[in-house]
């Protein structure tokens, strides 16, 4: 085997015109990236190429030289543009061998659907020699993987279900045995709501600031904001303990902003609260406009908490639908602290739920006044022993403020089962930093 | 100027670790991709790098020496790790020189929140010499462009908003005038809901097949397929000429199928029928649990038409909220045709709205039955004269059934205005074809 002492890190090639013609975002890199960065086996490189020969046999050439991995993804197909194994079979000076057992379980995978073959799929069984074939237990092309001067390249099929499940099952596990790193790496990701990204980063920063085997990372995922951190150490139990131990310290700090620690969205974390406390709730939606119910009844099984919603657009709908009085409406508008109450309450009492949780506002772009900005939003909660109402001024756009308002919604109803207090306002600000919006 | 003949297309580079670590996808690529074709620039490498200075000279040397158009983002902020601008011109052998008067619009940037400048936003005010600087109206970092061996390259910052605006005032515009095209291109997308990719391409393929300036091209946005014409003529009026003929037979073939010219989601082309005609909808949603309402008021105005929605997720709430018979819910169950007629009557006689819509079925995962698997839906529609019901068969998971029952709804009230037959339930089942999943 040649020496791979110049070579490092993991380039990934996808292959593709339309992924050059910027028809579709291109997710499988940012996949194989955090695939690998598991295994602490860095990416140094993401290249896109046309369907063209010359191209692809180029960066080929080069990924090869370069990096120690190196994943290719697309061109397995059966039409005529799919030309990513006969390429990479000439490009390193391989003959191709047609495998038989692959091409019958083409011909099985057809007649399953009760088709016959057709004829451009038989090429999917043919691999450059000495290729180790990767099934494909969800399509008719599998994977495969060349050496080549110490460079693994693995060959993978461009559907991303596919592709997934063959880098988890099939090269994951290659690599894993491959590589034997001298450090355990692990991580969390802790899912937040409540503080902007640059605050999180003040708030948490020292965490890691003298120890260099400790990483923290933010991402925003609107309105959430995500906390990585990453661990290094020289054992897995010390990997562990440490992991627990920055974690625990950004429980602490945080309280009840820390929503999950496997990214599970907030209406999970308050779908679950609800199951397990055997608590109902009905909804009554203006500005949200069935957002808030959209959300809860994502998650499977929420029939056990959600009695009903009340999308109560129109001023009358909320007079006929959910009893607010005429006169509170006139008096007060339909974007107001007491209209807010009295929708909460009315959706609770009608339903005989445990919890009423109403929503109304101004999301825009049209619609605000000088009192009342765009933006302006009532979030109401009521039990039967008592009701409560939050104010808020949002600064974002139609889409943005309605997904904002249904997240404090949701967090109303988690903190008054946890018995915690609301966030304050302040914290919802945006900032100007860069980054969050990708 | 050196020759560029053996130049040719774009490439685009982005920088920055978060990409390579698979934290965020990278979906500015994409956007250069389909902004550069519609100057008939055709992009043949997409290169993502490190914040890394000799990664990021090495791909930056790589790019002049073979692209016509080089656009670069990413790395141009004001932290430690934005490294670009001073790798840009070491790479080409520049010095940088300070901007004063972009250094003042930094400060009155900072100044406008009510914050001073901290130092190290001054970089941003460093170009290499010789470049020509790109306004950023939106952020504190400008873009530029230099020419290298008669190529461009075109330094962007990272964040979204801020570089398409930048693409589309200042890069653009420079690029037009830059290459003189031969051809005119024009394109339309037509955006079609019924038919899945492969039927389509089926039905349509020969329109291009004989003319090499018209491309057709198919890409799956679920639920809906997206068809895109690029015609390309000698000059303007030809061009013109040429689109408006392709997709004229478009719209002969696929009739009712086309939802909109211009990417317009079914739930504005909808709310724009319902308020050209001044008519008005309430909605009883079970298995759809508020998507359906929530679609309809993702359109800015849609409290034009949008009186209420129900949703009934629990049976006493589709006995209490809709007027349903517990006699029909127990006889029928409440996935059944005679209790979606009778929400969507329901809703329509409590709100006196023209149309009443209702949608019940099981969405999965669990729920299923032998007699109604998972993916039964039934969806309804009552006005003053008649009412109807469908059931379908879906065949998805729980987020796509959804999603595609309250596309369903949509059709059934925009084709009842259009006075249009209902699609052939055939059409909607998936097809094993790849690509659409990206």
Known sequence: MTSTANKSGAWILTVGDELLRGEIVDSNKSFFSERLLRLDVECTRHITVADDADAISEVLREAASRARVVVISGGLGPTRDDITTRVAAKTFGRTLVRDEEVLEGIRAFFLRFGREM????????????????????????????????????????????????????????????????????????????????????????DLAQDDSSITLGFRTQFPDNLVRVVVRAE???????????????????????????????????VGELLAEQNLTVALAESCTGGLLSHRLTEVPG?????????????DEAKIRELGVDPALLKAEGAVSAPVALAMAEGVRQRSGADFGISTTGIAGPGGGTDEKPVGTVFVALSTATKSDVRKYELRFDRVRNKELTTQLALDFIRRTILGMELPSEDLLRPTGKRGGAH
């Open 302 to 314: 929420s029939s056990r908490y959600l009695i009903q919603s009340i999308v109560a657009y129109a």
């Open 118 to 205: 057709a004829a451009n799929n038989a090429k999917q069984a043919d691999f450059p020699e000495a290729a180790e074939i990767l099934p494909n237990p969800l399509g008719t092309a599998p994977g495969f993987v060349i050496e080549v001067e110490g460079t693994w390249l693995f060959f993978t099929p461009g559907v991303p279900r596919e592709l997934y499940r063959m880098v988890d099952e099939e090269i994951l596990p290659r690599l894993q045995s491959r590589f034997s790193r001298t450090a355990v790496v692990r991580a969390a990701l802790l899912r937040t709501f409540g503080m902007g990204e640059s605050t999180l980063d003040r708030e948490l920063s």
């Open 235 to 269: 054992n897995e139990d010390d990997a562990k303990e440490k992991l627990q131990r920055v974690v625990g310290q950004i429980h602490e700090r945080l309280g009840p902003m820390v929503l999950s620690e496997d990214e599970r969205p907030m209406e999970a974390v």
